[in-house]
């Protein structure tokens, strides 16, 4: 099977900075990967699919990039409301793997 | 809208069964499958397995084959995960998702706790 590795498995970062998380595939997939948010007590949130589309209502500071291995997801500019773990997940085919997760928070 | 709505907070016994519903409303239920996944306290998402509600067909993940079984209703557009021998560390918040290029639409999430 695929395995999912993300880096780094956490970050703290100010107000306003740039913080890219990197998600990276033990064999290509393409472009099938997705990016989720997850909060304490909350549902997962979808917020990129097929790498780089952005889903409908999610703010444009998140972006994703990235084919075959190697994938990112960007905040570009952090907000308190972007405290979170974000997990990348792969469906190209079965099993859908998540990565293990990055934790974001405020400096 | 798309709603899915699963049952309530369930408590085992080591050994004993979980089946967890998942009631799906405001879309075709046989055109996308379902997605189950799991997040055990303090750890990250676990993906459990997939069915299609068009056809039946599953896939589980491998550490799970042989204790897992979904299903679905299709009268009733319901589905199902059962978790068979459960252990403490099956103890995690279990989530049904619509999934179709990624999970969009998550139900609520079922506490499931395992405990003598």
């Known amino acids: 099977d695929i395995q999912m590795t993300q880096s780094p498995s956490s970050l703290s970062a100010s107000v306003g900075d740039r913080v890219t998380i990197t998600c990276r595939a033990s064999q290509g997939i393409s472009n099938y990967l997705a990016w989720y948010q997850l909060k304490p007590g909350k549902v997962p949130e979808l917020l990129i699919y097929a790498a780089s589309t952005l889903q409908s209502g999610v703010p444009s500071r998140f972006s994703g990039r990235g084919s075959g291995t190697d994938f990112t997801l960007t905040i570009s500019s952090l907000q308190p409301e972007d405290v979170a773990t974000y997990y990348c997940q792969k469906y190209n085919n079965v099993p859908f793997t998540f990565g293990p997760g990055t934790k974001v928070d405020i400096k | 809208q798309v709603q899915l709505v699963q049952s309530g907070t369930e408590v085992k016994k080591p050994g004993a069964s979980v089946k967890v519903s998942c009631k799906a409303s405001?879309?075709?239920?046989?055109?996308?499958?379902i997605s189950w996944v799991r997040q055990a306290p303090g750890q990250g998402l676990e993906w459990m397995g997939w069915?299609?509600?068009?056809?039946?067909?599953?896939n589980y993940a491998q550490d799970l084959q042989g204790r897992v079984t979904m299903t679905t209703d299709t009268s009733t557009t319901t589905a199902y995960m059962e978790l068979r021998s459960l252990r403490s560390d099956d103890t995690a918040v279990y989530y049904c998702?619509?999934?179709?290029?990624?999970?969009?639409?998550w139900g609520q999430g079922t506490l499931v706790t395992v405990s003598s």
């Open positions: 998702a619509k999934t179709s290029g990624g999970s969009r639409d």
């Open positions: 069915i299609s509600p068009y056809n039946g067909n599953t």
């Open positions: 405001g879309y075709i239920f046989t055109s996308y499958g």
